[in-house]
């Protein structure tokens, strides 16, 4: 059963940090690619970064020079860094993960989230 768990978000002040982490479980981590997504209340799910299992990374739409995404395979887990942070930033945050990068907008292996709130 794939598991797939988000943590590392909280409240934070503008122009600050946090790093997201992603534990999964359950499938071939290190041959799969993985992304993170975010949603804000009435907006719509957003695509963030994604990282193929050799390491290839593509950063989307506002993450691009700010936020990081990394893995580390013998640890399962995924990394989302995000820096100098503004209230726009404010949203749920999911990982996923799937055989092929393309398949990550609709793949059915996401985590719960986990909330980054950002004061002004």
């Known amino acids: 059963q794939v598991q797939l768990v988000e943590s590392g978000g909280g409240s934070v002040e503008s122009g600050g940090s946090l790093r997201l982490s992603c534990a999964a479980a359950?499938?071939?981590?290190?041959?799969?690619?993985l992304g993170w997504f975010r949603q804000a209340p009435a907006k719509e799910r957003e695509g963030l970064a994604t990282?193929?299992?050799?390491?290839?990374?593509i950063y989307i739409g506002s993450a691009k020079g700010r936020f990081t995404i990394s893995r580390d395979n013998a640890k399962n887990t995924l990394y989302l860094q995000l820096s100098n942070l503004n209230a726009g930033d404010s949203a749920m945050y999911y990982c996923a993960a799937a055989r092929h990068c393309h398949a990550l907008g609709h793949t059915p292996h996401r985590g719960q989230g986990t909330q980054v709130t950002v004061s002004s």
């Open positions: 990282i193929d299992n050799d390491g290839t990374t």
């Open positions: 359950g499938f071939p981590f290190s041959s799969y690619c």
